[in-house]
């Protein structure tokens, strides 16, 4: 530690002296002003350093009749040279100043006359030198480690100058409860990857972090198991058979429901992969068995062995009531699209079909909803999800008598993409239930852009498509979609476009719209990092609302009068974050990293106002920011120096010192 210098802070005072006059009235007067009892206050200790902010006061007496309002002009003195006017002042964090000496002056002058008094000074003072903790360093020892049930580490190479804490984190997102000095992996770890920060548990301000670990691998374990139902015990032509079965695994991996594979065999021979098959007359008298192989989320093996049921023989069709044969659904099965169910009636008696009766069913969680008794159904937008089933059955009837109910069931179609919606990201789509069509793209949800990106004119493919290559410039901050055509025309109203939701497989996105968190956005360059005389930084990417919200900041007292600012993308309302100068600070220091808003100089070279060249959006870069100087006070529009309200509120950039 440095050895502090204690000094008195002296106060220097000019008595005047007068004599009495007496008299009824007193004539105008008018005498030098005085500047008594001057002298300074440090309000951040006893010992004067760099950085510290200092208050001068001073008492003044008018010596006119009538009495003179101040106007005195008061400055701050360093080594004999007028560095600052005004009566608060905060010394730069220079180490030249260290061992200089700084004083309070006030120079007396009356607001009306004009008349001046003897310029007065406090006592001289030493600048002492700012004692700066050392930083501590983070890491995993055992980063190598990195399959599931295995121990993580953490070494905090330290000074005595922090008393600090640990947060484990996922893929940059703190695993709420993991404090402790040892953290074992667990299957929710499998396909991310892992790191630890130090934070000071006085100020619970961030101070360092690790490297990410590499991607936790899975554990291997025990396969998963099937418990296939039985088919009918009596199997006859335009029956449709369905495959349940129970999932089981011995290690408590959950199921991957995307993954699950079917297969129908009819006399050994593969003939279909869906879940459900339809028996026609061509069937009859032929052995038909069902196959399902089941996949894990996590862990290893992955998938079961291929479960069938017992082989059974097709029969034709005998008796008298009439028959619902090769049930099937028609249409596009898709919210806002009309499907219509499909049969062929046949009755041995040739009795005419009348009166038939319709069920349509959507099932979802395995409970099913029936939702129409017509012959033709539109789906509904809220009838989609991952899972989700479209179910249609029919009853036969005619004049004399009434069938066995017949169901079809077919995936209602849904599509995920699994990827990181970062630089450098690729987003793999995994399509369900789509109907055949000719070409595909991507739309952003801005309006700055309208038109098709990554246009792929292979038949029913999508291909992967890199985050980089989706206009970030313009779609950063915003969902995207995926869009097929069911024609070779672009852009149509036929045309199908579901955005790309949260998964447990899609990584590194932010939430777009905090009333519907399933909603995620690319999250391109949110952090950049710069090179400044020699040093490197980090840049944060100015906050968006949401991004705040998430953070559950809002709920904090020190950033409750937090407000959005309302920004405009063409139609689009976009919501950045305004806080105070000193909230602002706070809020980075606290989030972040020191030294807290980014400075003035930095912001002005490579900083916000180039936020172009790391294609953050414009509407975001264009508002008003608030910046810091080094002697500690906020500045509007970097180059100007334009003071800033400290009641008032202003967007902003965070800048911490890089690892």
């Not at 003939?271 to 399902?292: D, F, H, P, Y």
């Not at 100007?640 to 008032?648: H, K, R």
Request: charged share 25%.
């Amino acid at each position: 530690m440095y050895k502090k210098i204690l000094a008195a802070l002296l106060t220097t005072t000019l008595v005047a002296c007068g004599g009495e006059s007496g008299g009824v009235s007193s004539p105008d007067v008018s005498s030098s002003p005085e500047a008594i009892n001057v002298s300074f206050k440090n309000q951040d200790g006893a010992v004067i350093e760099i950085g510290d902010q200092l208050k001068g006061t001073y008492s003044f007496i008018s010596n006119s009749t009538p009495e003179e309002i101040d106007a005195s002009d008061i400055n701050w003195e360093i080594d004999g040279r007028s560095v600052y006017k005004g009566s608060t002042y905060r010394i730069p964090m220079d180490n030249n100043l260290v061992g200089l000496e700084i004083r309070f002056c006030v120079k007396p002058i009356n607001r009306g006359n004009r008349v001046e008094g003897i310029k007065t000074c406090s006592t001289l003072l030493p600048i002492e030198s700012k004692f700066v903790p050392q930083i501590p360093k983070v890491s995993i020892p055992n980063a190598t480690n990195n399959t599931v049930g295995s121990p993580l580490d953490v070494w905090v190479l330290d000074s005595s100058d922090y008393d600090t804490r640990v947060q484990w984190y996922r893929n940059g997102k703190a695993i709420q409860g993991i404090t402790q000095q040892q953290y074992w992996l667990t299957r929710d770890d499998e396909g991310h990857q892992i790191s630890v920060c130090a934070f000071d548990k006085k100020t619970n301000i961030k101070l360092a972090c690790s490297a990410e670990t590499n991607v936790i691998q899975p554990r291997t374990g025990e396969r998963p198991d099937v418990d296939i139902t039985a088919l009918p015990t009596k199997i006859e032509v335009g029956q449709t058979l369905y495959l349940d079965y129970d999932y089981s695994d011995r290690d408590s991996d959950k199921e991957d429901t995307s993954k699950v594979s079917f297969g129908w065999y009819l006399d050994g021979k593969k003939i279909a992969t869906t879940r459900s098959l339809s028996l026609n007359e061509s069937m009859a008298g032929n052995r038909v068995k069902g196959c399902v192989t089941a996949y894990a989320q996590t862990g290893l093996p992955k998938n079961s062995d291929e479960t069938c049921t017992a082989t059974g023989t097709v029969w034709a069709v005998k008796g008298s009531i009439p028959r619902a044969m090769n049930a099937g659904i028609e249409g596009v099965r898709f919210g806002r699209h009309k499907l219509t169910g499909t049969y062929k009636y046949y009755d041995l008696n040739n009795d005419p079909e009348s009166g038939s009766r319709y069920e349509w069913s959507v099932i979802k969680n395995n409970v099913a909803t029936t939702v129409s008794s017509d012959r033709t159904y539109t789906l509904q937008v809220s009838d989609e999800g991952k899972g989700n089933k479209i179910r249609f059955c029919v009853t036969p009837v005619n004049a004399k008598e009434q069938g066995n109910t017949e169901c079809v069931t077919e995936d209602i179609a849904w599509f995920e993409g699994h990827g990181q919606l970062i630089e450098g990201g690729v987003i793999t789509p995994h399509l369900s239930g789509y109907p055949d069509f000719k070409l595909s793209y991507w739309m952003s949800a801005s309006k700055m852009i309208t038109s098709a990106m990554e246009l792929d004119f292979t038949d029913n493919k999508v291909k992967p498509v890199s985050v980089d290559k989706l206009e970030p410039s313009f779609s950063n901050l915003y969902p995207v979609s995926l869009c097929i055509s069911l024609d070779e025309e672009i852009q149509n109203s036929d045309d199908i476009c579901r955005e790309v939701k949260s998964n447990v497989k899609l990584t590194a996105g932010m939430i777009f719209d905090n009333s519907d968190k399933t909603r995620v956005a690319m999250n391109y360059k949110r952090e950049v990092k710069v090179t400044v005389s020699g040093k490197e930084y980090r840049i944060r990417r100015p906050y968006t609302w949401e991004e705040f919200k998430e953070l559950n900041m809002d709920k904090d007292p020190g950033f409750s009068s937090a407000e959005p600012s309302i920004i405009r993308d063409a139609s689009n309302v976009v919501k950045g974050l305004k806080m105070t100068p000193k909230q602002a600070n706070d809020f980075c220091l606290r989030t972040y990293g020191a030294p807290g808003v980014i400075s003035s100089a930095i912001n002005l070279s490579v900083g916000v106002i180039h936020g172009g060249k790391y294609e953050w959006p414009i509407y975001l870069t264009t508002q008003q920011f608030v910046t810091k100087e080094p002697d500690g006070k906020y500045v509007l529009k970097s180059s100007e120096l334009f003071p800033a309200n400290m009641n008032s509120k202003y967007a902003f950039a965070c800048l911490a010192v890089a690892e």
